[in-house]
Structures are given as C-alpha cells and as structure tokens.
C-alpha cells in the first residue's frame, strides 16, 4: 500500500555531546524510543508534546505472500500508545486547534480525548499519507491506489484534486502554499501556488528522498539518504544543512528541536546544551 525500502542498520557509536552540526548550529541527540520496526511518517503536537507515528513491520514489508502490517503509535512521557480502533497509516497535527487527525485504509479521523480514533469524513477512502499546514484550514491528503493529491478544506468539509501533481509518497507545504513532493521514486519537486508545471531540485538523487516537513522558520526541510536538505522555492539548487550516519525515515520539528527516525529509533536533536 505504501512504497518503503529496506533501511539499513543504524549507527551504533556513540556520540560526544554536542557533536552534530545542524545548520552550523551544535546539536546533542538522544535517543528517545527504541522500538522493533520501522518508526516512519512522524508528526508532533507542541501542545502536549506527543509524537506520532506510523510502525511498519519490516518482516511483512519484504514478504511478498502477505500484507504490509503498520499501526498507529504516539510517544508519550517516553511511552509508545497504541491507536488500537483504527488502521492508522499517518497522522497530521492542526496545532492552532489541538486537534490530530489519523489517516486510514476507510477514511479520515479525529483523535478524540480519550485518545481514540473517530471517524470524520471520506468514507471508503485509503488515505496514506497527510500534512497540515499551520496557516490555514485545509489538510493535504495522499490517496490510494494512484497516491493522488487533495487538498480537504476542514471547514467545509471539502475535498479538491491537486491537477498538477501525478502522485505522491511524500509531501510538504509551505506558508505560501508552495507544494513540495517526491512521486515513483524519483525526483523531488515543488509547484509553486499558482503554477501549472512543477519545478524538479538538482542535486538529489532518484530514489533517495525519504520524508519532508516544514521547521518553525517556514523553511521546507527534506530528509534524504545522505542527510538533509532546505528546499527553496525560488532555488532548485537545495542547501545541506546537516549529515547524517544513518537512512532515515520521518522527521519532524517542536520550534528548535528535531526528531529524526530511522529503523528501530526515534532520536530528539536539541541544541539547549549545547553553546
């Protein structure tokens, strides 16, 4: 249902403090969950601090005879929770509201208080993959089988075709609702508001983009095989902003701090410590 590739092991050396450069700011990293699977599509409400995930379960990913078995998760105080009544494939957080959306095979839901999945719209629809901008009232849905591109308007209860993009397997928007997207493994683009044709980055290579997201700075961050990058929308010629030791496969921001996964780990990077 989704397209994921094997991730190689992570790194097992261990780091001196305040030993990773981010932008050429020190940043110390921690891990914050180990977990048998591969944590992917992260997202996390600064309200409460809960991070929320996707686990894939690597041993049905590569068996063809079965599958993909994936579950909705979000840490918690450092405890992993189950989203237990629903088949969750990602979440999107509305912070302005407080409000967490889960992603299904059977629709669009809403985390109510007691941390339960209920449903609120698209009916029949295998939604996988969701991305909520902080600026406005609509919601970005990817959805299966062709991995199309919607955009959902929350107050309307709306949902409208993106034209000019094909698919899409990962998906970021900025504050100038400048889309940014990879499709078939292959490159990464961006369509600018307004446009008819996408713009394709230089500089990244097929088959290497692995999860993307917008920082407190509006700036669009994509996490890639060799580490990341901040695309701009008025340079296809992307800026490295950090290497990394390991392949990952969600990031996601809380102001200044980071949260990068990779198979078996979530790490936090934080630079409060580091002067």
Same mark, same amino acid.
């Given at each position: 249902m989704l397209r994921y590739l094997l991730l190689f092991?992570?790194?097992?050396?261990?780091?001196?403090?305040?030993?990773?450069?981010?932008? +050429? $700011?020190?940043?110390?990293?921690? %891990?914050?969950l180990t977990i048998k699977g591969?944590?992917?599509?992260?997202?996390?409400?600064?309200?409460?601090?809960?991070?929320?995930?996707?686990?894939?379960?690597l041993d049905s990913l590569h068996n063809d005879d079965e599958q993909t078995k994936m579950d909705q998760y979000f840490l918690r105080n450092g405890m992993p929770m189950k989203i237990d009544?629903?088949? +969750? $494939?990602?979440?999107?957080?509305? %912070?302005?509201?407080?409000k967490v959306y889960i992603a299904s095979d059977d629709g669009l839901n809403v985390l109510n208080k007691t941390d339960k999945a209920h449903f609120l719209s698209l009916k029949d629809e295998d939604i996988?993959?969701?991305y909520k901008p902080e600026h406005n009232d609509e919601l970005y849905a990817v959805i299966y089988p062709d991995n199309e591109v919607y955009s959902i308007n929350l107050k309307k209860n709306e949902k409208k075709k993106i034209d000019n993009i094909p698919c899409a397997f990962i998906l970021a928007v900025d504050a100038n609702d400048n889309i940014y997207y990879e499709c078939n493994a292959k490159y990464v683009k961006v369509l600018l508001k307004d446009f008819q044709e996408p713009i394709e980055?230089?500089?990244?290579?097929?088959?290497?983009?692995?999860?993307?997201?917008?920082?407190?700075?509006?700036?669009?961050v994509?996490?890639?095989?060799?580490?990341l990058y901040h695309l701009k929308p008025d340079s296809m010629i992307p800026r490295k902003l950090m290497n990394l030791d390991y392949i990952p496969s969600g990031i996601t921001f809380d102001g200044d701090d980071m949260y990068l996964a990779s198979n078996g780990v979530i790490y936090k990077y934080s630079a409060d410590e580091c002067e």
């Open positions: 092991t992570i790194s097992t050396v261990t780091s001196e403090p305040c030993s990773f450069l981010y932008d +050429g $700011q020190r940043y110390d990293r921690t %891990a914050i591969l944590p992917t599509n992260l997202a996390i409400n600064p309200n409460n601090k809960d991070i929320f995930f996707t686990l894939i379960d009544n629903v088949h +969750g $494939q990602a979440a999107a957080v509305d %912070a302005k509201n407080n996988v993959m969701l980055f230089a500089g990244i290579g097929r088959n290497t983009a692995r999860a993307m997201t917008v920082d407190g700075n509006n700036r669009v994509l996490a890639s095989n060799d580490g």
